[in-house]
């Protein structure tokens, strides 16, 4: 199992930006396609953004063009950039493998609102 902690959440206005950071601990890191995810209470955690171990990345619809996702296979460590940021992105984030088979780590809020 791998260790995954969140970082970089915060209160922001609409159209600002964050930039999330996941540490991983664990050699998994770096041989799996890496998510990030986003939960608001009562409903179910859906995945934004994934990239592969080779730097493919994949996009959910309502982050495309302002989500960036990147990973830094030396340093283990997942990466969001969230820019245009708007009140719907408010949710808790957490990253994971692509199967979110990982123990999930304690999450980063971000809140959007003005």
């Known amino acids: 199992q791998v260790q995954l902690m969140e970082s970089g959440g915060g209160l922001v206005q609409p159209g600002g930006s964050l930039t999330l950071s996941c540490a991983a601990s664990?050699?998994?890191?770096?041989?799996?396609?890496m998510g990030w995810y986003r939960q608001v209470p009562r409903k179910e955690r859906e995945l934004v953004a994934d990239i592969t171990v080779g730097g493919s990345t994949n996009y959910a619809d309502s982050v495309k063009g302002r989500f960036a996702i990147s990973r830094d296979n030396t340093k283990t460590t997942l990466y969001l950039q969230m820019n245009m940021l708007k009140p719907e992105d408010t949710a808790a984030y957490y990253c994971?493998?692509?199967?979110?088979?990982?123990?999930w780590g304690q999450g980063t809020q971000v809140t959007v609102s003005s």
């Open positions: 994971n493998t692509i199967f979110g088979n990982q123990n």
């Open positions: 664990g050699s998994i890191f770096s041989r799996s396609t």
